[in-house]
C-alpha cells in the first residue's frame, strides 16, 4: 500500500514569514479540514503553491520554508509572478472561472493564458512525478489542475489518479465554445476516476466527452483505449461537528466571554426581539450574485413596507481575487447598491443593511451564524456552497430558515429549505416573507431533516467515499487487463 499524495493549486497551510521566523499555520479552509482523514500522519504529501511567488521568497529562506512545510506534509511549487499571473489570474480565474459557472462574456481566450496553464499544470506534475512510487494514490483537486492527470499517467501509468472538481462543470453549449476544449477533457481523462459535486456536472462532462471526443461512454464510464475511466458524483459535506459544537460552545458563553460583535448583535435584538436579521455570507464574487440579492433585497422593501424597520441585512463578502477588473467592478457595484439602498431606506434608528467586506475569524462567523433569523444564499450558480450547510449545522435548537438558490449544488441535498430562483425577484421577496412568519414548528421539522443529513454525509465521508471508489476503480481496472 503507496501513499497518497494530495495536489491542489494552494498548500493547506499559509507561510508567515517575520524576521526570517518561518511558520507554518494550517488552513480552516473546507478542504484543508475534509481531507484530515486522508492527508494524516507520514503517509501522505500535498502538493501545491505556497501563495507567495518566487520573488516574494527570500533565497536563503527556501531551506527554512521547505523544513516548516515538511512538519505539515506539505511540499511547494515554486511559481513566478508571471506565471500566477497568466496561470492563476489568467486561465483559471478569467477563462474557465467565468465560462463554468455560465458568464460566457467575461471569458477571455487568450492564447498567452493558455500557454501559461500549460506550463504551470507542468510544473505541478512534475512535482507529483518527483515524490511518486509504486503503488502511490494521486488526487488532484480543480480547475487550476485540469491537465494533471494526463500529464501524470504519461509517465506513470500504473499509479492510481483521482480528479475532484470544485465548481459545475457547464452545459456540452457553454463548453464547446473554449478552444481548448478537447486539450481540457483529454488532461482530465488521465485520471481513473473523476468526480463532480452533482449528477448534473458528472452528465454534462460525459456528454461533452461524447460528443467532443466521440469516446464510449456507457452509463458512467468512459473507454479511452484500455483505459477505464469511471465518473461520478460525490456531494461534498462540511466538519458537522466542528459547526455544532463551536455553536453549543457559543450559546453557553456569559456576557463577557462573548465578542465584540456578539455583544452588538444581543443588543440590536434585546431592543426589538421581533426584529429578523437576514445573513449573506459569500466571496465576492459576480457567481455569488450579491449585487443581484442587494436589488431583490431593495423589492423586497418596496413590495413588504410593514418589515421597513424590522428587518436587518448582514452582507459579509470575503475580499477575492481583487487582481481581476470584473471583481474590482463588481466591489464598486455593491459599494454603491449598499449605500443607495441605506440612503433610500434609513431612519433615524434603522439601517436596513450592515456591510462588511472582510474576511472574519471562525468565531464571529458561528456569531453570525447563530444570531440570523435566516440565511439567505442566493448564488447564481455555485458548484455547492458550503455556507449553507454550515447555517444549518449551527442551529443547535434548530430554529432558523434557509434560503436557498436552486442554482446551487447544495440545492439538491436541502430540498427543506425554501428553493428559488435568484433572478425571479417576485418569488424572492415572497420567500423572505415567508421565512419571517415561518412557525417555530416548521422550522424546527425541516432543520432536523437537513440536519440528520448533514451529520451523516460529512466531509470526511465524502472524501473517504472518493477514496474508497478510485481504489475500487484500480482494482477493477487491473483485473480487466489481467484477463
Ligand atoms: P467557495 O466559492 O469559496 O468554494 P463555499 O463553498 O461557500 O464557496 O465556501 C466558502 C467557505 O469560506 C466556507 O467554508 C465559509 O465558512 C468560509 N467563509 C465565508 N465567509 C467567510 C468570512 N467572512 N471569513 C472567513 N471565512 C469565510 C468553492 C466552490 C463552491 C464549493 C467549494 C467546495 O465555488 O461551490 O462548495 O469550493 O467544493
Redesign the pocket.
Known amino acids: 500500500m503507496g501513499k497518497t499524495i494530495i495536489i491542489s493549486n494552494r498548500l493547506p497551510v499559509q507561510l508567515q514569514i517575520s524576521n526570517g521566523d518561518i511558520t507554518a499555520i494550517p488552513s480552516v ?3 484543508a479540514t475534509g481531507m484530515k482523514s486522508v492527508h494524516s500522519g507520514g503517509d501522505s504529501l500535498w502538493i501545491g503553491w505556497s501563495g507567495l511567488t518566487e520573488e516574494e521568497i527570500p533565497k536563503e529562506l527556501e531551506p527554512k520554508i521547505d523544513a516548516a512545510l515538511a512538519e505539515h506534509g506539505s511540499s511547494k511549487v515554486k511559481l513566478t509572478e508571471k506565471e500566477v499571473d497568466g496561470f492563476y489570474y489568467g486561465f483559471s480565474n478569467r477563462t474557465i472561472w467565468p465560462l463554468f459557472h455560465y458568464f460566457l462574456e467575461y471569458s477571455e481566450f487568450q492564447l498567452d493564458y493558455w500557454n501559461t496553464y500549460k506550463e504551470v499544470n507542468q510544473k505541478f506534475a512534475d512535482a507529483i512525478l518527483a515524490n511518486t512510487e509504486d503503488g502511490d494514490t494521486i488526487w488532484v483537486h480543480d480547475y487550476q489542475l485540469m491537465l494533471v492527470p494526463q500529464m501524470v499517467r504519461k509517465e506513470r501509468p500504473d499509479v492510481s489518479i483521482g480528479f475532484f472538481l ?2 459545475p462543470f457547464p452545459s456540452f453549449e457553454i463548453f464547446r465554445t473554449l478552444p481548448w476544449r478537447e486539450e481540457l477533457l483529454e488532461g482530465v481523462l488521465g485520471s481513473d476516476l473523476i468526480g463532480f ?1 452533482t449528477y448534473d456536472y458528472e452528465r454534462h462532462f460525459l456528454s461533452s466527452v461524447r460528443r467532443l471526443l466521440g469516446l464510449e461512454v456507457s452509463f458512467n464510464d468512459i473507454t479511452m483505449g484500455d483505459h477505464v475511466i469511471k465518473v461520478d458524483s460525490f456531494p ?1 459535506g ?1 466538519d458537522y461537528k466542528k459547526f455544532s459544537d463551536a455553536a453549543k460552545i457559543h450559546y453557553n458563553k456569559s456576557k463577557n466571554e462573548q465578542s465584540e460583535l456578539q455583544q452588538r448583535l444581543n443588543t440590536h435584538q434585546e431592543t426589538d426581539p421581533d426584529a429578523k436579521f437576514i445573513l449573506s ?3 465576492l ?1 459576480y ?1 455569488k450574485g450579491i449585487a443581484k440579492r442587494l436589488n431583490a433585497f431593495e423589492y423586497f422593501l418596496n413590495k413588504y413596507p410593514q418589515y421597513k424597520e424590522k428587518v436587518r441585512l448582514i452582507i ?1 463578502a ?1 475580499p477575492s481575487r481583487s487582481n481581476v477588473p470584473q471583481y474590482q467592478l463588481l466591489k464598486r457595484e455593491i459599494d454603491e447598491l449598499v449605500g443607495r439602498i441605506n440612503g433610500e431606506f434609513s431612519t433615524v434608528s434603522w439601517t436596513p443593511i450592515w456591510y ?1 467586506y ?5 468565531e464571529n ?1 458561528i456569531d453570525l451564524y447563530t444570531s440570523s433569523d435566516i440565511a439567505w444564499l442566493t448564488p447564481l450558480r ?6 449553507a450547510k ?1 447555517y444549518i449545522a449551527t442551529r443547535t435548537d434548530q430554529t432558523g430558515v434557509l434560503i436557498l438558490s436552486e442554482m ?3 440545492a439538491n441535498e436541502m430540498n427543506e429549505s425554501l428553493l428559488v430562483n435568484p433572478n425571479n425577484f417576485e418569488q424572492t421577496a415572497d420567500a423572505l416573507d415567508e421565512a419571517i412568519n415561518m412557525p417555530v414548528e416548521e422550522q424546527k421539522a425541516r432543520n432536523s431533516v437537513l440536519q440528520k443529513r448533514l451529520a451523516r454525509y460529512n466531509v470526511e465521508k465524502w472524501a473517504n467515499d472518493f477514496m474508497t471508489s478510485l481504489k475500487s476503480q484500480k482494482e477493477r481496472e487491473a483485473a480487466n487487463v489481467s484477463h
Not at 472582510?358 to 471562525?362: H, K
Not at 455555485?382 to 455556507?387: I, K, P, Q, S
Open positions: 479552509g473546507g478542504l470544485h465548481i459535486h461534498m462540511i455570507i459569500d466571496r464574487d457567481s459579509l470575503v462588511f472582510r474576511s472574519m475569524p471562525f462567523l455555485d458548484g455547492m456552497n458550503l455556507v454550515e446551487a449544488g447544495s
